[in-house]
């Protein structure tokens, strides 16, 4: 039996299959924080990188912005020679440990100036089995803004991590990636399903224009229909988590702003909350700490912080 995530221990973190860590985040009631960090940005506190900063405020997922699995480095860890970043933060939090890879598309035209990324940030066969190496958790398949990322490539991209990646995988933009597409339809989130995703992220209500509770609910029952077939419902390798996305820099609103996206999030069926990394490439500790409460209550907040 698998225990909630909500009551993992650090030492649960470490080499999890990803069937029994989703079977965890779903028994744990959508009480469950993703923390976003652009490891790339020099450390803000001191030497510590924001991954632990996040971590010790109560997320459970940490989640790697800018990482590049060719030239891996995460800004204020410090590492052994030849040891993977991976490994260390993993060895000081008590977390699950994800990235970012982007499905490209550059047969697109973004809304204004394009950025290109590097090969070790693209969702690619290499980068997939680079991440395996590496020993990450979980990639997710989105995009940053103006990267040319479409839903149409993540679907592609759900079904070449497949093959070679052995940890979760979760797709889903949080906002326009700078294309002219909507952020996600009800189309889109069938195909993800189909092609394999282990979870879907959707933008959390009231982040992007035209996702309220309302407009997000159809969404979420499609999702919840799939994994209430009897052939889906008691095998957790082939259910789908969902995952509420605060990631158009809302994630560094006011508290209070923070609990009616929490709580409106949890209400509608979310398994887990995302906090992005608008906070000079952190997620904001005081978001993550009102979200925490808001959610989970300070018994299992203050529970998470200290074991963290």
Known sequence: MTKRLLDWQRTDYLDVPGTQAKQAIIAS????????????????????????????????????????VFHPEIKGLPTAPAESPVAALKAKVGALVGINLEPVDETVQTFDEQFAIAKGRQATSETFAAAEALGIDYVLLTGNP?????NQKISAAIK???????????????????????????????EFINAGADGILLPAPYTVPGYSPETLAPLLKIIADWNSRPEVHHDYQQRVVTIAANGTSQDSADLATIRQIGLSSKALGFDVQHVGDSLGGLADPEAIYALGVA??????????????
């Open 160 to 190: 070449v991590a497949k093959q070679a990646f052995h940890g979760l995988i979760f797709a889903g933009k949080m906002h326009s990636s700078g294309v002219d597409e909507p952020v996600i339809t009800a189309a889109d989130v069938e």
């Open 29 to 68: 009631e959508g009480r469950v924080i993703m923390a976003e960090t652009v490891s790339s940005f020099p450390a803000m506190y001191g030497g510590i990188s924001g991954a632990q900063v996040d971590a010790s405020f109560g997320a459970q997922l940490i989640l790697l912005n800018t990482f590049d």
């Open 146 to 150: 103006k990267t040319q990322v479409t």
């Open 295 to 308: 959610i989970r209550g300070k018994r299992h907040q203050v529970q998470i912080m200290a074991r963290h």
